[in-house]
């Protein structure tokens, strides 16, 4: 069965400064990946996605994730934060066998002045 | 505006009653999909449909209830039987079959009396 770990409860970071947020999945077979971004009391919005192709992946407001399938793994980056990227962000992982998606619990990024 | 619109943002619920939560799509999307989110666990799948009169069970479907009877619309009723109803509920849409990113509503956080 497919699992998703996100290996950082919380990540507390200055503004500026870069940031990596970890994740690592567990599947058997083919892999699509997907990053979430989810600000208080609201839903999730889409940073970025692998389907295939390039395995450097770059999203929306900065953001990118390199796909490693030998490591298994799908970690975010982005080179400078900025206090409004404070936020809880999800990794999610879904499958040709399963086709559903199953999230990781969440890393909370806390960017301060 | 396209989107996804659930209601109400904040909800009760009495000891022994059943509450519905709605969610209504102008998408045009078949798929839709209902989660429960706790803190520090992530987002778990209740139901899913992928079209209009179908629908299947999640990881955690004890105590929900759904139906599917327009395109539209995907009503979760939270009935006496879930005894730990207490939680952030969000509720997602996906254009295709399986391996789409998925769009979110801003859920409704359900409450205890």
């Known amino acids: 069965a497919q699992s998703v770990t996100q290996l950082d409860s919380q990540v507390p970071v200055f503004e500026e400064a870069p940031v990596e947020l970890r994740c690592n999945y567990s599947?058997?077979?083919?892999?699509?990946l997907f990053w979430y971004v989810q600000y208080p009391n609201q839903g999730l919005q889409l940073l970025l996605k692998y389907l295939s192709g390039s395995t450097l992946v770059k999203g929306i407001n900065g953001f990118e994730a390199e796909f490693n399938k030998s490591q298994t793994s799908f970690h975010l980056r982005k080179p400078s934060v900025h206090i409004s990227d404070t936020a809880e962000y999800f990794c999610a992982v879904s499958d040709a066998q399963y086709n559903k998606l199953i999230f990781g619990a969440g890393t909370r990024l806390a960017v301060h002045p | 505006d396209g989107g996804i619109t659930q209601s109400p943002k904040y909800l009760f619920r009495k000891e022994g009653q059943n509450v519905t939560l709605s969610c209504e799509q102008n998408l045009n999307h078949d798929a839709m999909y209902w989660y429960r989110q706790d803190p520090g666990q992530g987002l778990r799948l209740i139901y899913y449909s992928q079209i209009v009169n179908d629908f299947q069970k999640g990881d955690i479907a004890e105590g929900y209830s759904v139906s599917r009877e327009k395109k539209e619309s995907f009503p979760l009723t939270v009935t006496s039987a879930q005894k730990n109803p207490t939680a952030f509920y969000l509720c997602?849409?996906?254009?295709?079959?399986?391996?789409?990113?998925?769009?979110f509503g801003d859920g409704t956080r359900l409450s205890i009396l």
């Open positions: 997602a849409t996906e254009r295709g079959s399986g391996h789409q990113p998925q769009h």
């Open positions: 599947s058997s077979v083919s892999v699509y």
